[in-house]
Nanobody, 126 residues
Framework: VQLQASGGGLVQAGDSLKLSCATS????????IGWFRQALGKEREFVAA????????YYADYVKGRFTISRSNARNTVYLHMSSLKPEDTAVYYC????????????????????WGTGTLVTVSS
């Protein structure tokens, strides 16, 4: 599967932004999808994830209540709705796909994902 993240940009603190992860090659309904981010000089970190049928979602504590992951299997797209953005949310955001059977145990582990899309930069000014 190929993934392409988009929707990043420059926003002010408190604003909202919606990122999209478009997939091609195979239907996104075959994959668990995760969003990760990497700030300049820092390691990549988990943000949010969605099981393949969309019935279960996971969030990092630092985005819980502000970010929402959703998917449209009909459009082969997974979204990350971000609200109440903070300067510390500034990073390159990546989406990734996996079919691992143990997803509930490893959704926040970047090494669990076999396919990664190009990132999209989100910059939040104070």
């Amino acid at each position: 599967v190929q993934l392409q993240a988009s929707g990043g940009g420059l926003v002010q603190a408190g604003d909202s932004l919606k990122l999209s992860c478009a997939t091609s090659g195979r239907a996104v309904s075959n994959y668990h999808i995760g969003w990760f981010r990497q700030a300049l000089g820092k390691e990549r970190e988990f943000v949010a994830a969605s099981r393949r049928n969309g019935d279960v979602t996971y969030y990092a504590d630092y985005v819980k209540g502000r970010f929402t992951i959703s998917r449209s299997n009909a459009r082969n797209t997974v979204y990350l709705h971000m609200s109440s953005l903070k300067p510390e949310d500034t990073a390159v955001y990546y989406c990734a796909a996996t079919t691992t059977a143990s997803y509930g145990s490893f959704y926040d582990n970047a090494s669990s994902y076999g396919s990664w899309g190009t990132g999209t930069l989100v910059t939040v000014s104070s």
